[in-house]
């Protein structure tokens, strides 16, 4: 099919082309409301389609999921004087999170009858670190963080102590508050 | 039917413009002399091909979930036919890739190439540059294995020192406020969606680039590029030149071909990488440590001064990349060759060496403590060969309170602390004591975790470590030690 363009319908105010060319296909007022209605349209199906996608992509940091409180067991199972590893299932967790919804936590009860609820990610950079009874002290792995039994910091590379979870007491169990990786500005 | 094949061959000639315009383009003169130095960059493009390809076949297997995603791992190494090869292919050629790509850009920077017209082809090739980098991190996550879990906690205690913002970009990078399933997904989803997708962007702009200015002639010492006259002469080196196909891409196929070779035997000889432990964060013993591309980082983050470290971890990466994009536009003109651009090599070279230095660092990581030196390095039998009872007690102290998970003997045991072998050449009996019950100089004071007794036995087994023919530092304070064998016979 060939082109013909004088039979192609024209619009108010058009002329057809002639051996001269096309003239102007509109008058320049229509042309700029065409502009104005078309970048207006532009924008309302940005917003429409944007607004959504954006909330969703921004979800994690707009509502986030809240820490909830985890039972560790009961008190008597942490004597006086001793710093025990609890693993225990991160009750903020997807089903689907496999092994990586386990955590671990450092419940120290001291003489005073004291209770510290360390999260066992090194202040420097999150590596696990790990307890030694023998010495009292907490090693990291990474970068060499080491850390007092009460969780001041000791030596090595980290800006501050061990992060420490909210805990209570509530009819004879150990209660603490968990759920978020803790990082330096957001921790436990 | 010849005839007739011929004519279909010419109707799709010139519907899909072969001649017209692919032609031309394979047959663009490149200039010649060009020898051996201009085949990274295709060796680089040739090693992302064989990722996409070994990548789309891991894909068919590989399930991205935080629960099965390590069981498919496993899946594909030991179960899934030739799956232990693919996944040992696509780790090597990773490696392969960063190394052609940096060969790529170090050539290309010192001879010039960056210089006019091709400063945007530089640029985009630092987006590249970017982008790779960032295509090895998100890869070793989708290993979900101890290491990846632990690297990417690492990545979330980096983003969390951004001032104000820190918090919501550990949940923007995590995909929620734990590593977990969210996380998993949306570096899948990174690495193999949105990282190759700007990456093949960035690449086609980059070859048209190399497209639209040509290949950059050899440099010669002396011949300075002036955007007055360059073009002018660009021209005339190209009436010199060789067609790029078939003659200069030759050099480029058979580089290309042995990179690829060497990959794949490097594979079949090495095997793949992991999975190692499940992702479990309650495996408390983890030692996580990163793929090799960032053990210089792990390296710089333990060796930098504490002050320095957060500018070290958010503020010198955008200005190395801010100096990257700068090249072009500060050095832009004047001279190509390196034998006439000391700065340049010698800016080259140290950081190569920084890199190599850090990344040898990085991997035997001297300043972590050996975790299981306590019980699993026993002291050197030699050195409790005549000691008293109250020194041999000395020696069950030191490996007990767990001094060799930092201080090695004989060069075994950690090494974050000093090798006691002869401590007691350079300290004397109050400097130890002071030493061990204060700690300082990086050292944690055991003053709490030490009986008095338990001091003394330690610091009378120090004094003996020493050689047998030298008496124990004294200071002047307290006067000569008394007389004492050492522990060398």
Aim: proline share 9%; net charge positive.
């Amino acid at each position: 099919m060939n082109y013909e363009p004088e039979k192609m319908s024209l619009g108010e105010g058009d002329l057809p082309c002639n051996a001269a060319g096309c003239p102007e296909p509109t008058s320049p007022a229509r042309r700029r409301w065409l502009g104005w209605f078309g970048a207006l349209s532009a924008l309302l199906a940005s917003l429409a389609a944007g607004l959504p996608i954006v909330g969703y992509l921004l979800s994690p940091v707009i509502r986030p999921r809240k820490d909830l409180w985890l039972d560790l067991g009961p008190v008597s199972d942490f004597p006086a004087g001793a710093t025990q590893l609890v693993k225990v299932e991160n009750p903020v967790h997807q089903p689907w999170d496999g092994k990586s919804a386990q955590m671990a936590a450092y419940v120290r009860h001291s003489q005073a009858g004291e209770f510290q609820v360390f999260a066992a990610n090194c202040t420097h950079l999150g590596c696990p670190v790990t307890w030694f009874p023998q010495s009292g002290l907490f090693l990291c792995p990474c970068h060499g963080g080491v850390y007092y039994e009460n969780g001041e910091r000791a030596s090595g590379p980290p800006p501050r102590g061990l992060y420490q979870l909210v805990h209570q007491m509530k009819d004879g169990r150990l209660l603490a508050k968990v759920g978020h990786l803790p990082t330096l500005q957001d921790p436990a | 039917m010849p005839g007739r094949l011929r004519q279909i061959a010419t109707w799709l000639d010139s519907r899909l413009g072969f001649s017209d315009v692919v032609l031309p383009i394979l047959r663009h003169p490149a200039p010649s002399g060009s020898r051996w130095w201009y085949v990274f960059g295709s060796a680089t493009l040739t090693m992302l091909v064989l990722q996409i390809i070994t990548g789309i076949c891991l894909s068919l297997v590989y399930v991205p979930s935080a629960a099965e995603a390590y069981t498919s791992l496993n899946y594909l190494t030991y179960d899934q036919s030739l799956g232990w090869l693919l996944r040992a292919i696509h780790n090597t050629a990773a490696s392969g890739m960063v190394i052609l790509m940096v060969a790529h850009m170090v050539q290309v920077f010192l001879m010039g190439s960056f210089k006019y017209p091709r400063e945007m082809t530089w640029v985009v090739g630092v987006a590249l540059f970017v982008l790779t980098l960032g295509m090895a991190f998100t890869g070793q996550v989708l290993r979900w294995d101890q290491d990846s879990y632990w690297g990417v906690g690492v990545g979330a205690a980096m983003v969390g020192r951004v001032p104000y913002l820190g918090p919501a970009l550990v949940r923007l990078l995590l995909g929620g406020t734990t590593i977990g399933a969210d996380t998993l997904s949306r570096f899948f989803t990174l690495h193999v969606l949105i990282l190759p997708g700007l990456l093949i962007i960035s690449l086609s702009v980059h070859l048209f680039l190399v497209m639209r200015h040509g290949v950059s002639e050899p440099p010669v010492a002396g011949r300075l590029v002036s955007p007055a006259t360059y073009d002018k002469q660009y021209a005339a080196v190209l009436k010199r030149g060789e067609p790029f196909f078939p003659a200069a891409v030759m050099r480029d196929m058979i580089f290309s071909a042995w990179a690829v070779i060497a990959v794949i035997g490097i594979a079949i000889a090495v095997g793949p990488k992991g999975p190692a432990l499940p992702p479990d964060p309650s495996l408390i013993s983890a030692e996580p440590r990163p793929d090799w591309y960032f053990l210089s980082l792990f390296a710089l983050l333990a060796l930098c001064p504490p002050n320095m470290e957060t500018a070290i971890i958010l503020i010198a990466p955008v200005i190395g990349l801010f100096s990257m994009v700068l090249v072009p536009f500060v050095a832009g003109k004047g001279e190509r060759s390196p034998r006439r651009r000391p700065v340049a090599v010698l800016t080259t070279l140290v950081l190569l060496v920084g890199y190599g230095v850090l990344t040898w660092l990085g991997n035997s990581a001297p300043w972590s403590p050996q975790m299981d030196a306590w019980s699993g390095e026993p002291v050197p039998p030699r050195m409790l060969a005549r000691v008293t009872p109250l020194e041999l007690q000395g020696a069950v102290v030191f490996q007990n309170k767990t001094c060799r998970n930092c201080h090695a003997l004989d060069g075994s045991g950690g090494r974050r602390g000093p090798d006691l072998t002869y401590v007691a050449s350079s300290l004397d009996r109050d400097e130890l004591i002071r030493q061990v019950i204060q700690g300082g100089g990086n050292m944690p004071a055991f003053g709490d975790h030490l009986s008095p007794s338990e001091v003394t036995a330690l610091v009378a087994f120090l004094q003996t470590l020493r050689p047998s023919d030298t008496a124990p530092a004294a200071s002047a304070a307290t006067g000569p030690a008394p007389p004492h064998k050492g522990n060398r016979p």
